[in-house]
């Protein structure tokens, strides 16, 4: 009675294990996902601002538009917040950074979400160092 069961418990926990959970885009073949590249660690100054780029690595058949969702620390400021990049475009999306010019000496960080229009969203970031002028 209990064999059947076991069987369907064991080929679920399989098929679990197999799922791809990469940050390439939850569930999703390599083929058929992305990954959000987040620009290099910054080192800045107090009242700095700079343009990085944010960057899509997509698979070869990954053809859906992504929202990206940058949220700093406080202290930090992006411009614009939540770019799309677009299918039909370039990889990339152009964002400005700011550190405010009465923060504080030591690491900030900016966390990037990717949500696709279908799948699941992936989440990265960057830190941004500030130093003394």
Not at 36 to 58: C, E, F, I, Y
């Amino acid at each position: 009675m209990f064999k059947p069961l076991a069987s369907v418990l064991v080929l679920a926990v399989a098929a679990l294990a197999a799922c791809n959970t990469s940050p390439k885009g939850g569930g999703m073949t390599a083929e058929d996902s992305f990954r959000v590249v987040p620009p290099n660690n910054l080192t800045m100054h107090p009242g700095d601002a700079q343009t990085v780029k944010v960057s899509l690595d997509r698979g070869d058949l990954f053809k859906q538009d992504v929202k990206l969702s940058l949220v700093p620390a406080p202290g930090i400021s992006v411009d614009p917040n939540n770019p799309v990049i677009r299918a039909a475009a370039g990889p990339d999306a152009l964002v400005k950074v700011a550190v405010a010019k009465d923060a504080g000496v030591g690491e900030y960080r900016v966390t990037v979400t990717g949500t696709p229009a279908n799948g699941q969203p992936t989440i990265t970031d960057f830190r941004i160092k500030v130093i003394t002028p």
